[in-house]
């Protein structure tokens, strides 16, 4: 029997007894490697590896500057897209981005052309080089979410210099130690981020130049707006390649610290592509629930709406804010969490809105319940598509479903626990399922391929695949394949190709649970147990070593009241009742 402790956790009360986390997607002796599923669609006949690789058809990578292949690299700059757009669309807007709320509370906007944007790019870009930075350059940037963050980041882009992107509210112990391992040599920062600096000089160590956005105070250095030179001509590209290393990334860290991942220009100019493929382009309207993600929109003639919110903070979004940007600017697409979305559209049912200029919503960061796509499907879109693209900071974006797909026939599977289905593999994308394992596989040999049906580790190659971790030899050892001139990134999260050639997810390899008897995989599980009426979330995980552990489920209520006496004991025995249902 499981009992609710006083924070609203499911948890045995006594050790003998009975476990509730069962799900179709589990087997018995856990110990293996690989699992066999009885497929949702068996009635197709099943596909053989080689015809889910998206590589094989004839309109995949011949229009995509492959930096994960044997192609040679070819000169290329992430900003010249920036400029062509400058000089094609001189006076659309690039750049929206809120200025406050007038007396009537209604939001006010700033706003920059394309040209205008170009021409502060170049500015900058003057006043970089001649503050001494030059072409692979590490810069730590860590301005604020705005036109800042876009224009100085195209002009690190523009003089070959490597801005490192590394999200502050991770903590200041993993970010001080992200910072020491990144070892920039200039840092670009608001004014309390030098003060950070001041605090703990150590992990600063590297840095030679620093640059004050904002009021500079007793630390010294140039200020941005002394470094944004006037001046008419154009700044020139630095000689970069498609090989050439253009920023760092870092991961989420949701299974430890996080880890710098190195893009170069190409890997860029591939994202860009397969963006395009998924209809966002030249002359759309975005909205980023995720400031990165505004890095793209320039190279692709998109205008960029900021929202106005914390980025650090996404549960506390002020949905109207929200949805008076959409409506003002006419918003085409947005991408967000569904945190995010879960939010905004509660917002839009109780105060009956709709959103008809959004074409398309993408839905990412986490598993979408299928019950949020019906919502926004049925009560809030006109005619629009919501697509839940996955992939990671080290490989992005893979594959992509569309909500008609989930909604007609995947979204039933996934609440009986069959995981969840992540669509068909981009173009250019080759994607494998292998054998679970915990070790290095330092080279790519095709017998690792499992066929589908088969449970195993998700992993990617292709020209938006990343190749390392910057300074982490032992995590670039545990998460990547060589492959002649390729690399393979094992994603970390395990799933499964049906019989379609549509990969399902279900789950992070390292949350996995092995007791002595079978695996149990979180994303299926917890989904059979959020389908519970007075259930918000769910969290299956292990207490004990792999092999043998005791699966233990985390329930949050939706009311965040916990329950007592009958109500209690009714609530337990309803949820053995949906574990046991698919045992």
Same mark, same amino acid.
Not at 427 to 456: F, Q
């Given at each position: 029997?499981?009992?609710?402790?006083?924070?609203?956790?499911?948890?045995?009360?006594?050790?003998?007894?009975?476990?509730?986390?069962?799900?179709? /997607?589990?087997?018995?002796?856990? @110990?293996?490697?690989?699992?066999?599923?009885?497929?949702?669609?068996?009635?197709?006949?099943?596909?053989?590896?080689?015809?889910?690789?998206?590589?094989?058809?004839?309109?995949?990578?011949?229009?995509?500057?492959?930096?994960?292949?044997?192609?040679?690299?070819?000169?290329?700059?992430?900003?010249?897209?920036?400029?062509?757009?400058?000089?094609?669309?001189?006076?659309?807007?690039?750049?929206?981005?809120?200025?406050?709320?007038?007396?009537?509370?209604?939001?006010?906007?700033?706003? %920059?052309?394309?040209?205008?944007? &170009?021409? =502060?790019?170049?500015?900058?870009?003057?006043?970089?080089?001649?503050?001494?930075?030059?072409?692979?350059?590490?810069?730590?940037?860590?301005?604020?979410?705005?036109?800042?963050?876009?224009?100085?980041?195209?002009?690190?882009?523009?003089?070959?210099?490597?801005?490192?992107?590394?999200?502050?509210?991770?903590?200041? !112990?993993?970010?001080?130690?992200?910072?020491?391992?990144?070892?920039?040599?200039?840092?670009?920062?608001?004014?309390?981020?030098?003060?950070?600096?001041?605090?703990?000089?150590?992990?600063?160590? @590297?840095?030679?130049?620093?640059?004050?956005?904002?009021?500079?105070?007793?630390?010294?250095?140039?200020?941005?707006?002394?470094?944004?030179?006037?001046?008419?001509?154009?700044? $020139?590209?630095?000689?970069?390649?498609?090989?050439?290393?253009?920023?760092?990334?870092?991961?989420?860290?949701?299974?430890?610290?996080?880890?710098? /991942?190195?893009?170069?220009?190409?890997?860029?100019?591939?994202?860009?592509?397969?963006?395009?493929? =998924?209809?966002?382009?030249?002359?759309?309207?975005?909205?980023?629930?995720?400031?990165?993600?505004?890095?793209?929109?320039?190279?692709?003639?998109?205008?960029?709406?900021?929202?106005?919110?914390?980025?650090?903070?996404?549960?506390?979004?002020?949905?109207?804010?929200?949805?008076?940007?959409?409506?003002?600017?006419?918003?085409?697409?947005?991408?967000?969490?569904?945190?995010?979305?879960?939010?905004?559209?509660?917002?839009?049912?109780? &105060?009956?809105?709709?959103?008809?200029?959004?074409?398309?919503?993408?839905?990412?960061?986490?598993?979408?319940?299928?019950?949020?796509?019906?919502?926004?499907?049925?009560?809030?879109?006109?005619?629009?598509?919501?697509?839940? $693209?996955?992939?990671? @900071?080290?490989?992005?974006?893979?594959?992509?479903?569309?909500?008609?797909?989930? *909604?007609?026939?995947?979204?039933?599977?996934?609440?009986?626990?069959?995981?969840?289905? /992540?669509?068909?593999?981009?173009?250019?994308?080759?994607?494998?399922?292998?054998?679970?394992?915990?070790?290095?596989?330092?080279?790519?040999?095709?017998?690792?391929?499992?066929?589908?049906?088969?449970?195993?580790?998700?992993?990617?190659?292709?020209? /938006?695949?990343?190749? %390392?971790?910057?300074?982490?030899?032992?995590?670039?050892?545990?998460?990547?394949?060589?492959?002649?001139?390729?690399?393979?990134?094992?994603?970390?999260?395990?799933?499964?190709?049906?019989?379609?050639?549509?990969?399902?997810?279900?789950?992070? !390899?390292?949350?996995?649970?092995?007791?002595?008897?079978?695996?149990?995989?979180?994303?299926?599980?917890?989904?059979?147990?959020?389908?519970?009426?007075?259930?918000?979330?769910?969290? *299956?995980?292990?207490?004990? $070593? %792999?092999?043998?552990?005791?699966?233990?489920?985390?329930?949050?209520?939706?009311?965040?009241?916990?329950?007592?006496?009958?109500?209690?004991?009714?609530?337990?025995?309803?949820?053995?009742?949906?574990?046991?249902?698919?045992?």
């Amino acid at each position: 029997m499981e009992e609710l402790n006083k924070e609203g956790n499911l948890e045995p009360s006594k050790p003998e007894e009975s476990n509730i986390s069962q799900s179709p /997607v589990g087997s018995p002796n856990s @110990t293996n490697s690989t699992d066999s599923f009885h497929s949702p669609d068996s009635t197709t006949p099943i596909s053989s590896p080689d015809s889910l690789n998206s590589t094989n058809s004839t309109n995949s990578t011949n229009s995509i500057n492959s930096t994960n292949s044997t192609n040679s690299p070819t000169r290329y700059n992430i900003a010249q897209s920036l400029a062509e757009m400058a000089e094609r669309a001189p006076f659309r807007r690039a750049i929206v981005f809120p200025a406050g709320r007038d007396e009537q509370d209604r939001a006010k906007f700033f706003q %920059l052309t394309f040209a205008q944007l &170009n021409q =502060l790019v170049d500015s900058y870009a003057h006043g970089l080089s001649e503050y001494g930075l030059k072409q692979g350059d590490r810069t730590l940037l860590m301005v604020r979410p705005g036109v800042e963050l876009i224009a100085v980041a195209f002009a690190l882009f523009k003089i070959g210099a490597v801005p490192i992107l590394i999200d502050p509210g991770m903590g200041r !112990k993993p970010f001080l130690q992200c910072v020491a391992e990144t070892e920039p040599v200039a840092f670009i920062g608001i004014p309390l981020a030098h003060a950070l600096r001041t605090l703990f000089p150590k992990a600063f160590r @590297t840095v030679q130049k620093n640059i004050t956005a904002g009021k500079r105070w007793f630390w010294g250095g140039a200020t941005l707006a002394e470094l944004q030179a006037n001046r008419a001509e154009s700044a $020139p590209f630095a000689p970069t390649t498609t090989e050439s290393e253009a920023a760092v990334a870092f991961t989420s860290g949701s299974t430890g610290i996080p880890k710098g /991942v190195v893009y170069l220009h190409g890997m860029f100019q591939a994202q860009i592509e397969l963006l395009k493929v =998924l209809g966002v382009g030249d002359g759309e309207v975005d909205m980023p629930g995720l400031p990165i993600f505004a890095l793209f929109n320039p190279a692709l003639g998109v205008t960029t709406i900021m929202p106005d919110m914390d980025f650090r903070k996404p549960a506390a979004l002020n949905p109207a804010y929200w949805v008076e940007s959409i409506q003002t600017h006419g918003v085409t697409t947005s991408f967000g969490s569904p945190t995010i979305w879960k939010i905004v559209g509660q917002y839009c049912l109780d &105060n009956q809105i709709k959103l008809p200029s959004l074409k398309r919503i993408f839905m990412a960061g986490a598993p979408v319940p299928p019950w949020l796509i019906q919502q926004y499907t049925d009560h809030i879109l006109n005619g629009g598509h919501i697509h839940t $693209p996955f992939g990671a @900071t080290e490989a992005l974006p893979i594959s992509t479903i569309t909500s008609g797909e989930i *909604l007609a026939e995947t979204a039933k599977l996934t609440d009986e626990g069959w995981g969840v289905c /992540v669509g068909q593999p981009l173009d250019g994308v080759t994607i494998r399922i292998i054998p679970i394992s915990d070790e290095p596989i330092a080279d790519w040999n095709d017998s690792l391929a499992l066929p589908p049906g088969e449970l195993g580790e998700i992993a990617v190659k292709g020209p /938006v695949v990343t190749r %390392l971790y910057l300074n982490r030899p032992e995590q670039t050892a545990n998460a990547k394949i060589r492959e002649r001139d390729s690399v393979w990134h094992r994603m970390g999260d395990l799933g499964y190709f049906d019989q379609r050639g549509r990969l399902w997810m279900c789950g992070r !390899k390292a949350h996995r649970v092995e007791t002595a008897e079978e695996l149990l995989l979180p994303v299926p599980c917890e989904a059979i147990f959020n389908a519970h009426p007075d259930v918000s979330r769910t969290a *299956l995980v292990g207490v004990g $070593p %792999l092999g043998s552990q005791r699966p233990v489920l985390i329930v949050e209520l939706n009311s965040g009241v916990l329950p007592s006496g009958a109500a209690k004991q009714r609530l337990i025995d309803e949820l053995l009742a949906l574990g046991q249902k698919y045992e």
